[in-house]
């Protein structure tokens, strides 16, 4: 087996590992397209457990994420990135440890764009952590959930342009990930709160937050009635899906949805 392909193995597995939500739309894509969105997933993936890391001092956190960021705007510096995280190597998820490889298997013309875009998420996670991600306004967690996961949308549709020419508008891609990011707000917020987080702006309900969630879910449905390509189309409808089925049963006061119902939305898409 040479080299690259048991990269490509190893990033599938490591994948499988991290995201629930995203391992099953990636496994569906062509080859091209399964190890492009999967590397560009991963190297996002490898800063967020930067940032979210919870014995990380917050002083760690910002140098690891800006020199990161920094890293990530020339050609990757593999040997570089290894020193920066050597003291905590013990500390840190193979995902993070690794983004060298996820970005080795990155075909070279698209590999521009995925470093640009980890680059400005390092940069915006490094001030969030400075902030110590207190939400006070709407333009907070506007700015907050672009940061974390509009940005996946727009490298997406960077994707989807150099795959096969396919347009899609960056306003939309960044309500989708914005949607979806505020759906793990609501399924998460116990969970969030007893570590001293609240994303809930100053004077918003739980209430306030479903309809957030709603508005760019709205925005996601608009996002891919501009894509033609059908392996491209099944992979945005997916986690669009699991996403407004999540919402529902958070909003039926259950905590998430069973294994089964992911399945049959699952299923239901493929087979539509």
Known sequence: MSNHTKLHKEA????????????????????????????????????????????????????????????????????AYVQLLKPYEELLPEVTLRL??????C?????DKVQESTSIMA?????????????????????????????VGVMLSD?????????TNYELAIGYGRGLQAVNML???DED????????PDGWTRNDMFQYATMNLDLADEYIKSIDTKNILL??????????????????????????????TVDKILNN
């Open 12 to 79: 599938m597995r490591v994948l499988k590992q991290t995201s629930r939500t995203f391992f099953i739309p990636i496994s569906i894509l062509n080859p091209t397209l399964k190890n492009t969105v999967g590397s560009a997933y991963l190297c996002m993936r490898a800063i967020d457990e930067i940032e979210d890391h919870e014995t990380l001092d917050p002083t760690i956190k910002q140098r690891l994420l800006l020199t990161t960021a920094e890293l990530l705007k020339k050609p990757f510096d593999v040997d």
């Open 123 to 151: 940069k915006g996670m490094a001030s969030w952590v400075e902030k110590n991600w207190i939400v006070k306004t709407k333009e907070d967690l506007d700015e907050y959930t672009y940061y974390v996961a509009g940005l």
């Open 107 to 111: 075909p070279e013309g698209i590999q």
């Open 100 to 105: 060298g490889d996820w970005l080795a298997v």
């Open 193 to 200: 709160a007893e570590r001293g987080v609240q994303f809930l």
């Open 235 to 264: 992979f945005c409808k997916i986690p669009l899906a699991l996403a407004k089925k999540t919402l529902k049963t958070l909003k039926s006061g259950k905590e998430k949805m069973t294994r089964t119902e992911v399945e049959e």
């Open 159 to 167: 994707i989807w342009k150099w795959y096969d020419n396919t347009e």
């Open 187 to 189: 399924r998460n917020q």
